[in-house]
């Protein structure tokens, strides 16, 4: 195996408070030592121990690759049309997802395929090294589940959300559709998912029905997420925490005893804020969450209606200026936290044994995420070990 010292970090995020200063784990002056697909020795570059090769990281920041615990990326079609309606004051309401379904299910799987990794490679030269993706815009049984075997092919972290809205097909019996998820469609999607999500939310599934899907998806061994709470208050949030599901995803509406039960929990609050962006809704309480004591995440929410960007640096900038976090909170959202959404300990932290997923920052610290927005500020990624961009 093939060992790389990545020397004259300026300063490096690790995760671990153990190993260096504040809840970020930051450590001054630091060293990385990478040993095949993981981190084999992190401190200070003083200390450091010898490698095969190294690299000189030119007093640059160091962060954990983010983890996206969220995206919607087996999609065809475009929805340039909805957002300049939306930007003209039109409201959204997820009625355009029918449009994504239309084109999604009319595209080949070469079609998919390449646009699964086009969005993966604009995500990965951002620092994304671990994502999430879901099914949810095909809604037939064939059509979801070629969405997750396309989805397989790019990552392991595979979401079922057949629920997603009731099928235009099933629009006069909703609770036909509910049966074909829990039935013959989770049979055919299942062996493809890590995970089932379910959109609670009033105009696509009840607290009841969304209950039903997710313990079927439980049955057959898979993990409950839930879309909750994003357009209004509703059931999702308190359900998620019931059925321990591994994150209640945007969280945009929430009564104090959704926050209370968040914090209690071990559901992470996973924050979107592309979509409260691109929606021009009003802005997830981040500090109310972090307050309470709940674990947050923050991700992309990637889809073309509601927050069409892969850019991590791009929602940690909009959490800080409106969701009332600091810049190491939300930092840290878009990496452990999306570890912690995603049940993972291998991501999401630079210490010995993670996987070796690490990201240089053309500046002095990690803050310049937010202090500098809209500037591309990754330099170098490296994924499993491997240099994959810079
Ligand atoms: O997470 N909320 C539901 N689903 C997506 C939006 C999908 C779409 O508009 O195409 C979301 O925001
Ligand atoms: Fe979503």
Redo the contacts with the bound molecule.
């Keep these: 195996m093939t060992t790389t010292l990545i020397t004259n970090i300026g300063s490096l995020v690790t995760n671990d408070e153990t190993r260096g200063d504040g809840p970020l784990g930051l450590i001054e002056a630091a060293a990385v030592v990478l040993d095949g697909e993981e981190i084999a020795w992190t401190g200070p570059a003083a200390t450091a121990p010898a490698a095969d090769t190294a690299h000189d990281a030119g007093g640059r920041a160091a962060i954990p690759g983010f983890v996206d615990s969220h995206s919607?990326l087996v999609f065809a079609g475009d929805r340039t049309r909805e957002f300049n309606a939306r930007m003209s004051g039109r409201s959204y309401t997820?009625g355009?997802?029918r449009t994504?379904v239309a084109a999604t299910r009319a595209a080949s799987d070469e079609e998919l395929s390449a646009n699964v990794a086009r969005y993966l490679a604009e995500a990965l030269r951002q620092g994304t090294t671990t994502f999430e993706t879901k099914s949810?815009y095909g809604l037939t049984v064939e059509d979801e589940a070629r969405a997750l075997r396309i989805a397989r092919e790019h990552t392991d972290e595979v979401t079922f959300l057949g629920a997603?809205i009731v099928s235009p097909d099933y629009a006069e019996d909703p609770a036909a559709y509910v049966a074909l998820v829990t039935g013959e469609m989770l049979d055919a999607c299942a062996p493809y998912a890590r995970w089932v999500d379910v959109?609670c939310?009033k105009g696509a599934f009840d607290g009841d029905q969304a209950r039903a899907i997710l313990t079927a998806g439980r049955a057959k061994g898979l993990t409950p997420r839930v879309?909750a709470n994003?357009l209004s208050y509703g059931p999702g949030v308190q359900l998620a925490v019931e059925l321990d599901a591994a994150s209640a995803?945007?969280c945009t509406h929430l009564t104090d005893s959704d926050v209370d039960a968040l914090a209690q929990g071990d559901t992470v609050a996973t924050l979107?804020p592309g979509?409260e962006f691109s929606t021009r809704a009003e802005w997830p309480d981040a500090r109310r969450l972090l307050d309470a004591g709940a674990t947050v995440a923050l991700s992309s929410?990637c889809?073309?209606?509601?927050?069409f960007t892969s850019s991590l640096p791009f929602c940690i900038a909009l959490a800080v200026r409106d969701m009332g976090m600091t810049p190491d909170e939300a930092i840290r959202a878009a990496t452990a936290g999306g570890a912690r959404a995603l049940r993972r300990d291998d991501v999401g932290r630079i210490v010995p044994g993670a996987r070796a997923d690490l990201v240089l920052l053309d500046a002095p610290s990690h803050v310049h995420l937010a202090y500098r927005p809209g500037v591309p500020l990754v330099t170098d990624v490296w994924q499993r070990g491997a240099r994959v961009v810079g």
Excluded: R, V, Y
């Design positions: 919607h997820a355009g997802i994504t949810g997603h959109f939310e879309h994003q995803d945007h979107l979509a929410d889809n073309p209606g509601s927050s």
